[in-house]
């Protein structure tokens, strides 16, 4: 079974410019979840999708958006990019999501730079 | 805002030795997990103890559960030079909320 892919590997972008991330979960898991990491926050959660509806939201501002296929693929988007937004982006996918006492199954994230 | 709290922040170890990490918490929770990562690479994940147990083993790794304490500690033992990674815990809190990372130990086992 493929494990979770997220494309780009890296990216780098100039600020004030807009950003597309991709992530395809597991065959069969209908929750994906989108987390930031740097290294002075650690990993801070941005939001989880659950058959194409957004379930759970993290303290993130509205540049930060996300939207989930019948596919169950996901993508976020990062408008009027920041150099702040430098950061691994992770996506992670389950069965059930939040509240189905289960682990996620990380992608090997998204590594962007914003110069 | 973080839920978990890992400790010690980075753990240094010679390979045979075992490793213990902390963390510490502050709501009820349904679970708690621990993953690992390395360097730039996604989380990998290790355990998951529920909430009405106290330990559980798996292979190398002991995981105990004090809910009373708010608290979980991850052992490994007989350390390889492999085990060099950063872990993480997580918790599950109860309610429909998402799953809540901690900042991480890095540890490192020399050879």
């Known amino acids: 079974k493929a494990g979770v892919t997220q494309t780009p590997r890296y990216l780098i972008k100039t600020r004030g410019q807009q950003v597309t991330l991709s992530c395809s979960p597991i065959s069969g898991h209908r929750s994906v979840s989108w987390y930031q990491q740097t290294p002075g926050q650690g990993l801070q959660f941005l939001f989880e999708?659950?058959?194409?509806?957004?379930?759970n939201k993290g303290n993130f501002p509205g540049r930060f958006s996300g939207r989930q296929f019948s596919n169950s693929r996901s993508e976020m988007n990062v408008s009027t990019l920041e150099l702040g937004d430098s950061a691994l982006y992770l996506c992670?996918?389950?069965?059930f999501g939040t509240g189905g006492n289960e682990k996620l199954f990380f992608g090997s994230g998204t590594q962007l730079s914003v110069l | 805002s973080q839920q978990g709290e890992e400790d010690p922040q980075a753990l240094s170890i010679q390979e045979g030795e075992n490793a213990t990490m902390n963390c510490s918490y502050k709501t009820s929770i349904n679970n708690l997990q621990w993953y690992r990562q390395n360097s730039g690479r996604g989380l990998v994940h290790l355990i998951l103890i529920r909430s009405n147990e106290r330990e559980k083993h798996s292979g190398r790794l002991r995981v105990t559960l004090d809910t009373s304490k708010k608290s979980s500690s991850l052992l490994i033992t007989a350390s390889r030079a492999a085990d060099t990674a950063s872990y993480f815990c997580a918790t599950d809190a109860i309610g429909n909320t998402p799953l809540v990372f901690g900042k991480g130990t890095r540890l490192s086992v020399i050879a």
């Open positions: 992670a996918s389950s069965l």
């Open positions: 999708y659950f058959s194409e509806t957004q379930r």
